[in-house]
């Protein structure tokens, strides 16, 4: 019995399972005693003995599990190459996936680039000759043809800028801050409908819809039959204002600001929009003066509807 | 996993399903791969299996199975098997031509390094006859105890243990009585 706890104790120690202390014991006895070394060595022989007996045996029973299986014939599909790196392949999926995500986000930034560049120089030519535009006015005896041309060119221009703003999904520059009117259309009332009431309820439609130019049509016509009506001229004033006419917005807002009572919301709403006119066309320095005095108007009243907007555009536009 | 490391009839279990449902396809790709016989095919798959046991019943366990699932594993050491028991009976095998595991490589390698250990552990190992052969595999392979006095018909644990005792003592006995047999494996195959 105490050569078999011998034998246990020499095994758990072979195989690191006895104590630290334990070990430690056992380790100092082994090299005081050769005979128990001997003893030791003999011991781990027989384990692997033991192992060998094992891997016979397991050997054994797979041999004979596979008598009754048959070979498989296997096909080229699944002879594939066994992945070194079993994420290899999803390794490369997202690879793949990243480059073209690189490539797509690299396109469109370029892209977006070139659309804003574009915008900025239709942008720019346009102020050129509002302000060209805004001095021949300013002269007493304008030359009409000269006028004309310019007014041709610039139509063209702020077309191509239309176009540009509508690809590049972003309004330009000029529209920042200011909000689309939901109804233009003019009061209701109850009875037939007037003629004036009419068209400024397809004006209306037509702005919705962003076909300004309609919208401009109804406004004069409407205004061609009531001169003073205050709806077709606030119509008017925010149909050339979208298409970016702000030389010929201008005045109309000043009209509508006029034609409503100073305090009132209709007033500071015109005046607001005319203070973005002025901004729109602040290259030239007359104009950029009137923007910085009707700003720094509304800066001075914080309880004015449009003050946070004011403090918005200070910031920037840097003044 | 834990089936294989467990030992015991459920090992056994697990090897069996394993063998049945999965040599076919690891022999087929070893004798597609290699141009091995069918025979020698089984043969390499035997071969694999014994390694994967050894590898997950190490400390380490599992962590080769983090690069392919068990099956790819079984059936690229299988195709190493496979060439290198062609090699090694002066056949020319067929380029594998696919990249295969080190891990099965390795173990492959050794178990044909230790081929003559193996002979000399299975001369000594019949001094002790068949019954302690057995006695000492049911230990090994960690069956319980009420399997290994039923398998061995022991009336009780203490018997079965004496048994196992008696066997490694015979074994060992063989050893001292034949100590060039024992050096050899010392400072060859075990030192």
Same mark, same amino acid.
């Given at each position: 019995m105490a050569n078999e706890e011998l034998g246990d104790k020499i095994e758990a120690w072979l195989k690191g399972q006895l104590p630290a202390a334990e070990a430690a014991a056992f380790q100092a006895a082994l090299a005081a005693d050769p005979a128990l070394a001997e003893e030791v060595e003999l011991h781990r022989l027989t384990l692997h003995a033991m192992d060998h007996l094992s891997e016979q045996h397991l050997?054994?029973?797979?041999?004979?599990?596979?008598?009754?299986?048959?070979?498989?014939?296997? &096909?080229?599909?699944?002879?594939?190459?066994? !992945? =070194?790196? /079993?994420?290899?392949y999803w390794f490369r999926v997202a690879s793949a996936l990243l480059?073209?995500?690189?490539?797509?986000?690299? %396109?469109?930034?370029?892209?977006?680039?070139?659309? &804003?560049q574009k915008i900025v120089n239709l942008e720019a030519q346009i102020r050129q000759q509002d302000s060209m535009l805004f001095e021949l006015k300013q002269q007493a005896a304008p030359d009409p043809a000269k006028f004309d041309s310019l007014? $041709?060119?610039?139509?063209?221009?702020?077309?191509?800028?239309?176009? =540009?703003?509508?690809?590049?999904?972003? +309004?330009?520059? /000029?529209?920042? %801050? %200011?909000?689309? /009117?939901?109804? !233009?259309?003019?009061?209701?009332?109850?009875?037939?409908?007037?003629?004036?009431?009419?068209?400024?309820? #397809?004006?209306?439609?037509?702005?919705?819809?962003?076909? !300004?130019?309609?919208?401009?049509?109804?406004?004069?016509?409407?205004?061609?039959?009531? /001169?003073?009506?205050r709806d077709a001229i606030r119509l008017l004033a925010h149909a050339l204002f979208g298409q970016q006419r702000f030389l010929e917005a201008e005045p109309v807002f000043?009209?509508?600001?006029? #034609?409503?009572?100073?305090?009132?919301?209709?007033?500071?709403?015109?005046?607001?929009?005319?203070?973005?006119?002025? $901004?729109?066309?602040?290259?030239?320095?007359?104009?950029r003066a009137l923007f910085k005095a009707a700003l720094s108007a509304i800066l001075k009243e914080p309880k004015h509807p449009y003050y946070r907007q004011a403090v918005r555009i200070r910031t920037t536009d840097r003044l | 996993m834990e089936a294989l490391r467990a030992g015991g009839i459920v090992r056994e279990d697990v090897w069996r399903y394993l063998t049945v449902n999965w040599s076919g %396809?690891?022999?087929?790709?070893?004798?597609?791969?290699?141009?091995?016989?069918?025979?020698?095919?089984k043969e390499a798959f035997s071969i694999a299996c014994l390694g994967v046991d050894k590898r997950i019943r190490t400390a380490s366990g599992d962590d080769f199975l983090k690069k392919a699932s068990l099956k790819t594993y079984l059936t690229s050491a299988t195709i190493y098997a496979a060439w290198t028991v062609m090699r090694q009976r002066k056949k020319e095998p067929v380029e594998v031509g696919i990249k295969l595991y080190a891990e099965g490589e390795e173990d492959v390698n050794k178990w044909f390094r230790q081929r003559d250990c193996r002979e000399i552990l299975e001369k000594a190992l019949a001094s002790i006859g068949e019954r302690c052969k057995k006695i000492l595999v049911l230990f090994k392979d960690g069956f319980g105890m009420?399997?290994?006095?039923?398998?061995?018909?022991?009336?009780?644990?203490?018997?079965? &243990? #004496?048994?196992?005792?008696?066997?490694?003592?015979?074994?060992?006995?063989? !050893?001292?009585?034949? +100590?060039n047999i024992s050096s050899l494996l010392k400072e060859n195959c075990y030192g």
């Open positions: 050997q054994q029973h797979v041999l004979a599990w596979m008598e009754g299986v048959d070979i498989e014939e296997v &096909k080229e599909e699944s002879e594939k190459k066994p !992945l =070194a790196f /079993p994420y290899q480059i073209l995500t690189g490539a797509f986000v690299f %396109y469109q930034i370029w892209r977006s680039g070139a659309e &804003k007014s $041709r060119e610039n139509e063209q221009l702020r077309q191509q800028l239309r176009g =540009a703003t509508k690809d590049s999904g972003k +309004p330009s520059e /000029p529209f920042a %801050y %200011y909000s689309k /009117p939901k109804n !233009l259309g003019g009061s209701v009332r109850m009875g037939e409908e007037s003629s004036v009431e009419q068209l400024l309820r #397809a004006g209306d439609l037509f702005f919705q819809k962003s076909d !300004l130019e309609q919208a401009e049509d109804k406004a004069r016509a409407a205004l061609k039959i009531e /001169p003073d009506n000043a009209r509508v600001q006029n #034609a409503y009572a100073q305090s009132s919301n209709g007033a500071k709403e015109a005046a607001w929009n005319r203070l973005l006119c002025h $901004r729109a066309l602040a290259a030239d320095a007359g104009q | %396809y690891c022999c087929g790709t070893a004798v597609k791969r290699t141009g091995c016989k069918e025979h020698e095919a009420k399997e290994i006095m039923e398998e061995m018909g022991f009336g009780n644990e203490d018997v079965a &243990k #004496a048994q196992k005792w008696q066997c490694q003592e015979r074994f060992k006995a063989y !050893l001292r009585a034949n +100590p």
